[in-house]
């Protein structure tokens, strides 16, 4: 599976922010690492996954 997380900073809504590519074997693996990639302070805007 792999899933793409995007986020920016909370206090500055104009930052494209910054995409995520992770490549794990389940949902919850990839959920974890997005947890220990994202910066505190930063919001995640979008996550997409790809099952393939």
């Given amino acids: 599976m792999i899933m793409r997380a995007t986020a920016r900073p909370i ?6 922010g910054t995409v995520y590519d992770i490549e794990r074997p389940d949902y919850d693996a990839c959920m974890a ?3 220990t990639e994202v910066p505190t302070g930063h919001r995640l805007l979008s996550i997409q996954v790809d099952r393939d």
Avoid: L, T
């Fill in 33 to 35: 690492v997005v947890r």
């Fill in 11 to 16: 206090d500055d809504p104009n930052e494209p």
